[in-house]
């Protein structure tokens, strides 16, 4: 079992910057496949920014350049860094995990997928 604890949102106005993190709970793995998603009110939950285990990032266009996604993996941690921070920005953000990676190589996937409680952003104009 797998529990995901996000933390590090806020209100700030635009341009302002937040740092989000995801800390891993529970079972011991040495690795995961990390990503961030959000969900503003009466829109679908969409795709942020993810990090594979081998470092490896990718961004959705939209905060390309502002956002920056990292890890840490003695902390079993991930962050997300936010910049230049806008009002389309305002939403709940969630962090995911998707796979883990055995410490002895290999991995399982984790379907659907592990979702922590989300924490919320506010990006005031």
């Known amino acids: 079992q797998v529990q995901l604890a996000e933390s590090g949102g806020g209100s700030v106005q635009a341009g302002g910057s937040l740092r989000l993190s995801c800390e891993v709970h529970g079972e011991t793995y040495c690795g995961y496949d990390m990503s961030w998603h959000r969900q503003a009110p009466g829109k679908e939950r969409e795709f942020v920014s993810g990090?594979?285990?081998?470092?490896?990032?990718t961004y959705a266009d939209s905060v390309k350049g502002r956002f920056t996604i990292s890890q840490d993996s003695a902390k079993n941690t991930v962050y997300l860094q936010m910049h230049s921070l806008k009002p389309d920005d305002t939403a709940m953000y969630y962090c995911?995990?998707?796979?883990?990676?055995?410490?002895?190589?290999?991995?399982?996937?984790?379907?659907?997928?592990?979702w922590g409680q989300g924490t919320q952003v506010t990006v005031s104009s």
């Open positions: 990090i594979e285990s081998d470092g490896i990032t």
């Open positions: 995911k995990t998707d796979r883990a990676i055995y410490c002895g190589g290999g991995s399982t996937y984790f379907a659907p997928g592990y």
